[in-house]
C-alpha cells in the first residue's frame, strides 16, 4: 500500500467491482495526518496543487488547506477524461455512484475517518452524496457552491447543454459558452467588458471572451468526458435512498458548513437559504458561510482570498 506519493503522480485504485479510480495525494501520510479530500468541479481534475493545480491559492504549503499538515487526496470523476479513460454507460450513473466508488476507494486505501470533506460545484454534490452513504465517515463536511440536489433550473441547464452536445456541429465550444453565462454574472460583465470593442475582431470584448473559453475547453477536454460530467451534473440526489432531506441530514454525523456565493446563478443562494432552513427546523446545527461577490458561481476559483479565509476558520 502506497502512502506517501510524488505531488505530480497520478495513481489507481482498482475497486472490487472493477471499476478503476485515479487519484493525487498531496502532503502528509494519510495513514498518520488528518485526511482532507477535495472534489473537483465540472472541468477540472484531481491536481489541486503544484504545477497546473486549480486551486494552487488554496492548497499547498502554509495555505488554507495546508499540505504541512494534512493529507489531501483527490480523485478524478471517472469518465472526466484527465486519466486518460472514458466511459460509454455513464448515462446508468448519478453522483450517488461517483459517491460510492471515493468512499470505497478511501477504505480500500486504509483511511478510517475523513477530518474534512471539501467540494466545489458538482463536486459538493458528490460530498453530499458520500456524507448520506457513509454518515459516520466524515468530520467536517464542506460544500462550497453547490447542493444536495440537482434543482429544476440545474436539470433544466443540463438538459440544454445536451441538447448542444448532441446536436451541435461545434458541441464543446458551444455548450461552454453557454454554460460560461451560467458561471458568471450580468454585472461581473459590465464590470470587464462594458461594450467594448476588440477592434482586431471587429467584435465586442464579451463576444471574443466567450470564443476564447470555447476554443479552450475543446483543446484541452474530450467531448464524450464533458457529456459525462454534464449528465452526472443533472442527477444529484440525497435523497435516492428514499428518505427525506431532513432524515438524511438527521443522520449525517458530520460537522457541516455550507458555503454560498451571494451572485450565483448557478446553484443559487436561495437553495442553500432553503437547505439551511429545513436543517434547522430539522434540529440539525449546521453552519453557512456566504462570499458576497460580482463574479458569480466561479468566485469560489476567482476569489481566493475570501474562500481561503473561510476554509481557515473552519480547519483550524
Given at each position: 500500500m502506497v502512502s506517501q506519493v510524488n505531488i505530480n503522480e497520478l495513481n489507481h485504485i482498482q475497486l472490487s467491482n472493477g471499476q478503476d479510480l485515479s487519484y493525487q495525494h498531496f502532503g502528509c501520510?494519510?495513514?498518520?495526518?488528518?485526511?482532507?479530500?477535495?472534489?473537483?468541479?465540472?472541468?477540472?481534475?484531481?491536481?489541486v496543487t503544484g504545477e497546473n493545480g486549480w486551486w494552487n491559492d488554496i492548497v499547498g504549503e502554509n495555505k488554507a488547506i495546508d499540505t504541512n499538515r494534512f493529507a489531501v487526496i483527490v480523485f478524478n470523476i471517472p469518465g472526466n477524461g484527465y486519466d486518460g479513460t472514458l466511459i460509454e454507460n455513464y448515462s446508468n450513473w448519478h453522483t450517488g455512484t461517483i459517491a460510492g466508488f471515493f468512499c470505497a476507494g478511501l477504505r480500500q486505501l486504509g483511511i478510517t475517518k475523513i477530518h474534512a470533506l471539501i467540494?466545489?460545484?458538482?463536486?459538493?454534490?458528490?460530498?453530499?452524496?458520500?456524507?448520506?452513504?457513509?454518515?459516520?465517515?466524515?468530520?467536517?463536511?464542506?460544500?462550497?457552491?453547490?447542493?444536495?440536489?440537482?434543482?429544476?433550473?440545474?436539470?433544466?441547464t443540463t438538459y440544454i447543454q445536451n441538447q448542444?452536445?448532441?446536436?451541435?456541429?461545434?458541441?464543446?465550444?458551444?455548450?461552454?459558452?453557454?454554460?460560461?453565462?451560467?458561471?458568471?454574472?450580468?454585472?461581473?460583465?459590465k464590470l470587464r467588458f462594458n461594450r467594448s470593442i476588440n477592434k482586431e475582431l471587429n467584435i465586442y470584448n464579451v463576444e471574443?471572451?466567450?470564443?476564447?473559453h470555447g476554443n479552450k475547453l475543446k483543446d484541452r477536454f474530450h467531448l464524450q468526458a464533458y457529456?459525462?460530467?454534464?449528465?452526472?451534473?443533472?442527477?444529484?440526489?440525497i435523497c435516492r435512498n428514499g428518505k427525506s432531506f431532513e432524515e438524511n441530514i438527521q443522520n449525517i454525523q458530520s460537522e457541516i458548513h455550507i458555503v454560498?456565493?451571494?451572485?450565483?446563478?448557478?446553484?443559487?443562494?436561495?437553495?442553500?437559504?432553503?437547505?439551511?432552513?429545513?436543517?434547522?427546523?430539522?434540529?440539525?446545527?449546521?453552519?453557512?458561510?456566504?462570499?458576497?461577490?460580482?463574479?458569480?458561481?466561479?468566485?469560489?476559483?476567482?476569489?481566493?482570498?475570501?474562500?481561503?479565509?473561510i476554509l481557515t476558520l473552519i480547519l483550524e
Open positions: 501520510d494519510y495513514l498518520t495526518a488528518p485526511v482532507v479530500v477535495i472534489n473537483h468541479p465540472l472541468t477540472a481534475n484531481s491536481c467540494g466545489g460545484s458538482i463536486g459538493s454534490g458528490i460530498a453530499w452524496e458520500m456524507a448520506a452513504l457513509s454518515p459516520n465517515f466524515i468530520e467536517h463536511l464542506i460544500p462550497i457552491a453547490g447542493d444536495w440536489k440537482s434543482s429544476d433550473w440545474m436539470i433544466a448542444i452536445l448532441e446536436s451541435n456541429p461545434k458541441p464543446l465550444e458551444i455548450a461552454r459558452m453557454h454554460a460560461m453565462m451560467c458561471y458568471r454574472t450580468p454585472q461581473s460583465f471574443s471572451w466567450l470564443l476564447y457529456k459525462t460530467m454534464n449528465h452526472l451534473l443533472g442527477k444529484i440526489d454560498s456565493i451571494d451572485s450565483d446563478l448557478f446553484f443559487p443562494l436561495s437553495e442553500d437559504l432553503e437547505t439551511v432552513a429545513l436543517a434547522k427546523n430539522a434540529g440539525v446545527n449546521i453552519h453557512h458561510h456566504l462570499i458576497t461577490s460580482d463574479f458569480g458561481h466561479d468566485a469560489f476559483l476567482m476569489e481566493p482570498k475570501k474562500v481561503k479565509e
